[in-house]
Structures are given as structure tokens and as C-alpha cells.
């Protein structure tokens, strides 16, 4: 083995995978994925033949690894993909370990859509003398989206759902929901309406997981309903509408859900529905990405409770010194 490329998820694993092999189509460069979900025979065999590029997720790497299935002492190039994505998922210690039998000689390279504390931390220990080099702001969001929020209470939600799918011409979507079990929930109501519907999350076996997308990329499902798993390897151009059905609660997370439409400078719509407790999820998202999204309402909706329509006015320095000034002279 030459190069590893850690990566969070099946699903971009697979993706890097494709793509690197369509780079090497008229090379003898091979390489392979090493994920969970599959059997261990294969992934044996890609070491025992010494492929020299290996794709993995690091639970099922480091699974070989222990069992002192490959050795990683020839390794020259280390890629992390997604480091803040795995920071998420809690794959660093696993990452730790990885690293730790790796040879000290080697170029490593870390991607991340955002650098906080926590990705500096690792950059530490994973690199040594780093160049950075940042190719876009990690809150850009694509020209070519249009953004809007919808405020319903969350017991309304499916139903004003349904009701605006019913409503919109659709030719992909994709709804995100923040658990497995509500995307679940969600994907079977809307195929007991009718709706042609697949859900990916990290329960769904790998060959479902794999179908499924195989299914949404040729058109025979409409809508997939998926968590935050798909956020970062569904590489599908054609996707016309995302909605987040739950908001996101890290604004990192909302760029990257929302980016998987107006794919290739192309153009799409971005869906939030916003019920009154997510509100402030949705205000740190406007302050990451810098813009105040419309506000709007479904014509002929029956709505418990009236929407609000206008934006609460975000605080300023000077306000919020003008009401503390204000409360010690009352005191």
C-alpha cells in the first residue's frame, strides 16, 4: 500500500473510489475501498495483492489493522477527507491509532470545510510544518441556490410538507432529517401517499444503501429521505430541490445539505422548515453564511398557529450594551 484516503462515510468512500479509478482508467494504478458493511474477504485479498490505493472508513481500517491484516509501514501519502466530518462522528480516536502506525516519513494532506479549534487540534498531530491552502470561504453557498424558510409549528410539519410537495413540480429532492428513526418515519408516510421515496442512513445495510442511491441516480425514486450521513457523498448533478425537514443545529452542516443542489454552477431551490424552537439554529445559520432568508407561507394552508413572516432583527453591540446599561440604573 502506497496511499490511504480516510474518509467519514460508505457512501463517499465509494465516491472517491470511482473517481480515482477514472483518473487512473488508462494507468495500471489500482486501488480498492475498505468499508464496513461488506464482507472482509475482498478487502483481504486487495491488500494480499499489494493494490497500492486504498479508500477506507476508519472503523473497518483499523478492524484489518489490529488483525494485522495489511501493512502500512510503505505508506508515502495520507489523505484525510472530511476532517471535521469525522471529528463529528467521533472517528478520532480510531484516526489516532491509524496514524500511530504509520511511518513518520510521509506527505499528509487534511480537507476540511471548516477549521475550527477542534480540526486545528488534529492538523497537530496529523501533520507536520502544514501549508494551508483555502480554495473557498467554508460558508459560501452556491450562487444558484434560492433559499427560503417556511414557519410551522413541528406537529405540522409532514402535513405542510405533503401539501407543498404536492404543490411544487419536483425532479429530484432530497429531505434531510436530523435521527434515523425520523427518516424513517417520514419515508413511510410519504409512500403510503404516494410519493416515490428512499431513505439512506447509517442503519440501512450497505447493499440497501448502495440501491438506493443507484436507484435515486437513474430516476426511479424520486425524493430520498436521508440524515446527515448523505450530506457529504451524494454526488448526484441533477438534484432540482433540498429541504431540511429538521434544522440543521450546526450552520456547517446546512451548507453542505443545501449544496447538494445547483450542483456544476447549475441552479435549485433550498427548503427549510423552521418550527418555533428551531429559531435560533436558524439565525446562526444566516450569521455563518451572511444572508437573512425570506420568510413564506403555504397559500390555502390551514395553519394552527399563524407564521411569522418577518425575520427577528438580530442584536447589535450597541443594543446589547444600551439594555445592560439600562438594567444596572434600574437596579
Not at 457512501?11 to 483518473?23: I, K, M
Not at 408516510?189 to 442511491?213: E, I, Y
Not at 453542505?256 to 424552537?277: I, K, N, P
Request: glycine letters at 8%; hydrophobic letters at 40%.
Amino acid at each position: 500500500m502506497k496511499a490511504l484516503v480516510l474518509v467519514p462515510t460508505r457512501e463517499l468512500a465509494t465516491q472517491v473510489l470511482d473517481t480515482v479509478q477514472e483518473c487512473g482508467r488508462f494507468t495500471n494504478i489500482k486501488a480498492a475501498a475498505v468499508i464496513g458493511g461488506v464482507g472482509y474477504g475482498a478487502q483481504r485479498e486487495s491488500f494480499q495483492k499489494g493494490v497500492p490505493i486504498q479508500v477506507a472508513t476508519p472503523g473497518r481500517f483499523l478492524d484489518h489493522l489490529r488483525h494485522n491484516a495489511m501493512r502500512v509501514d510503505g505508506v508515502e501519502q495520507l489523505v484525510l477527507d472530511e476532517a471535521d466530518r469525522m471529528l463529528d462522528m467521533g472517528f478520532m480516536p480510531d484516526i489516532r491509532q491509524i496514524l500511530g502506525r504509520m511511518p513518520r516519513e510521509r506527505q499528509t494532506m487534511l480537507f476540511s470545510a471548516t477549521l475550527g479549534p477542534e480540526i486545528q487540534r488534529v492538523a497537530a498531530f496529523a501533520l507536520r510544518d502544514p501549508l494551508r491552502v483555502e480554495i473557498a470561504r467554508p460558508t459560501l453557498v452556491a450562487e444558484g441556490i434560492s433559499q427560503v424558510v417556511y414557519p410551522v409549528q413541528q406537529t405540522q410539519k409532514s402535513e405542510l410538507l405533503t401539501t407543498w410537495l404536492r404543490a411544487t413540480q419536483i425532479r429530484s429532492g432530497v429531505i434531510f432529517c436530523r435521527t434515523k428513526h425520523g427518516a424513517d418515519r417520514l419515508a413511510k408516510r410519504l409512500k403510503g401517499l404516494g410519493f416515490s421515496v428512499g431513505v439512506l442512513h447509517a442503519d440501512r445495510t450497505q447493499g440497501q444503501r448502495t440501491n438506493t442511491m443507484d436507484d435515486f441516480r437513474e430516476g426511479k425514486i424520486q425524493i430520498l429521505v436521508a440524515t446527515d450521513i448523505a450530506a457529504r457523498g451524494i454526488d448526484v448533478q441533477q438534484i432540482s430541490h433540498v429541504i431540511n425537514y429538521d434544522v440543521p443545529q450546526h450552520p456547517e452542516d446546512y451548507v453542505h445539505r443545501v449544496g447538494r443542489t445547483a450542483r456544476a454552477y447549475g441552479v435549485g431551490d433550498a427548503v427549510t422548515l423552521m418550527s418555533q424552537e428551531e429559531q435560533s439554529y436558524i439565525t446562526a445559520i444566516e450569521k455563518f453564511v451572511g444572508v437573512v432568508f425570506p420568510r413564506a407561507m403555504l397559500p390555502n394552508f390551514q395553519y394552527t398557529v399563524p407564521p411569522q413572516l418577518t425575520p427577528p432583527k438580530p442584536k447589535t453591540f450597541k443594543d446589547m450594551n444600551w439594555r445592560r446599561l439600562r438594567g444596572r440604573f434600574r437596579r
